[in-house]
């Protein structure tokens, strides 16, 4: 080989390394970017809350299984188009969004707890009959809890008909009867 090659060989190994970590670790790039996105559009008295429950959400997606991080990323994204959409109250929207990502990171992490180190410590056939059922438990609220916080985000956009102004411009009109 010549004295180019090696380098180069270095190099593009590196390059498909990078590659491969990146499409493996997708869904939780895309996450954080989401939940970065979500804690710069948080209200002021939200931000703490908003800022621990997107950490909570990043350690979830990297410690749970497969559709973990994906179903955050939905959520997330769910509930920044419903803040966007929201007129009346955006900040309640945007407080649906961080409670039902910190409950189902919770949840995530539970299952993941569960998986990785309760179900392989299980030696007692009484514990093993009973693994199956609550298995399909934690599997079934690992897939239709983030199919309820969509539902509330939903519900909080159709709670209130669409209005024609913002709510400090609509109180304003009603206060002063259209006079300027």
């Not at 409670?99 to 993941?112: D, N, P, Q, T």
């Given at each position: 080989m010549s004295d180019w090659t090696l380098p180069f060989l270095w190099?593009?190994?590196?390059?498909?390394?990078?590659?491969w970590l990146t499409v493996d670790h997708l869904w939780v790039i895309l996450l954080s970017g989401a939940l970065g996105y979500a804690v710069l559009q948080a209200p002021e008295n939200q931000l703490p809350w908003t800022l621990g429950v997107a950490a909570l959400s990043l350690v979830a997606g990297v410690a749970a299984p497969f559709p973990v991080a994906l179903l955050l990323l939905v959520m997330t994204l769910a509930g920044l188009v419903a803040k966007r959409l929201e007129r009346l109250n955006?900040?309640?929207?945007?407080?649906?969004?961080?409670?039902?990502?910190?409950?189902?990171?919770?949840?995530?992490?539970?299952?993941?707890a569960y998986r990785n180190w309760f179900v392989p410590a299980m030696s007692d056939p009484a514990l093993q009959q009973g693994q199956a059922y609550l298995s399909a438990i934690a599997s079934i609220a690992l897939y239709l809890f983030p199919l309820g916080v969509l539902a509330l985000l939903l519900q909080g956009l159709f709670v209130h008909p669409p209005v024609q102004g913002e709510a400090d411009e609509i109180i304003y009109h009603f206060r002063s009867r259209g006079k300027p």
């Open positions: 190099i593009a190994n590196g390059l498909l390394a990078l590659l955006p900040q309640n929207t945007h407080w649906t969004l961080v409670r039902g990502l910190g409950l189902y990171s919770l949840i995530a992490l539970g299952y993941a």
